[in-house]
């Protein structure tokens, strides 16, 4: 199950008795549960063993509450930076988008991104993602993944940063 900005709700409200049931070892039948608010006739709850949650969260948005210290000790966390690396190269590059236009952009996105996080304003955290760069589907011709189509969506960013 993947929860898309996990960080945004109110984690006791969301899992209810199911917060318990993501502790490593209370996921077998043993430690089952009963619901607060059963169907008829249901019996205790417990999570299935093949049942994997991945949450995500944007750590940049700074209006956002810190995740409650019940979710945290639930979790495990990982960091996922930019990566303008030659996976992304490749996988843009497939799709039928212009070389040259890729390279440049892995390099000066790289660059701003190491700018980024040497600033004590802003930070890791505010370092810009490959996603903004990496198209949906296979163009048909080079042409949607060209210098144009770049400083469109630098001036996109720049208007979500506010700027």
């Given at each position: 199950?993947?929860?898309?900005?996990?960080?945004?709700?109110?984690?006791?409200?969301?899992?209810?008795?199911?917060?318990?049931?993501?502790?490593?070892?209370?996921?077998?039948p043993e430690?089952?549960?009963?619901?607060?608010?059963?169907?008829?006739?249901?019996?205790?709850f417990?999570?299935?063993s093949?049942l994997?949650?991945?949450?995500?969260?944007?750590?940049?948005?700074?209006?956002?509450?810190?995740?409650?210290?019940?979710?945290?000790?639930?979790?495990?966390?990982f960091?996922?930076?930019p990566?303008?690396?030659?996976?992304?190269?490749?996988?843009?590059?497939?799709?039928g988008?212009?070389?040259?236009?890729?390279?440049?952009?892995?390099?000066?996105?790289?660059?701003?991104?190491?700018?980024?996080?040497?600033?004590?304003?802003?930070?890791?955290?505010y370092?810009i993602?490959?996603?903004?760069?990496?198209?949906?589907?296979?163009?048909?011709?080079?042409?949607?993944?060209?210098?144009?189509?770049?400083?469109?969506?630098?001036q996109?960013?720049?208007?979500?940063?506010?700027g």
């Amino acid at each position: 199950m993947v929860i898309e900005e996990i960080n945004r709700g109110n984690p006791a409200q969301i899992f209810g008795e199911m917060l318990t049931l993501l502790e490593h070892d209370k996921r077998d039948p043993e430690n089952a549960l009963n619901l607060a608010y059963p169907r008829d006739r249901e019996g205790p709850f417990h999570r299935s063993s093949n049942l994997h949650l991945i949450g995500t969260m944007n750590v940049a948005d700074r209006s956002l509450a810190p995740v409650d210290m019940a979710l945290r000790r639930r979790l495990a966390f990982f960091d996922l930076g930019p990566e303008y690396n030659d996976a992304w190269r490749e996988f843009v590059i497939e799709r039928g988008y212009n070389e040259s236009v890729v390279d440049r952009i892995a390099v000066r996105m790289t660059r701003l991104n190491e700018v980024i996080e040497a600033d004590p304003n802003l930070g890791k955290d505010y370092c810009i993602g490959h996603s903004y760069f990496t198209p949906g589907s296979v163009a048909a011709t080079g042409e949607y993944f060209s210098e144009r189509w770049c400083v469109r969506v630098i001036q996109l960013v720049r208007q979500a940063a506010g700027g």
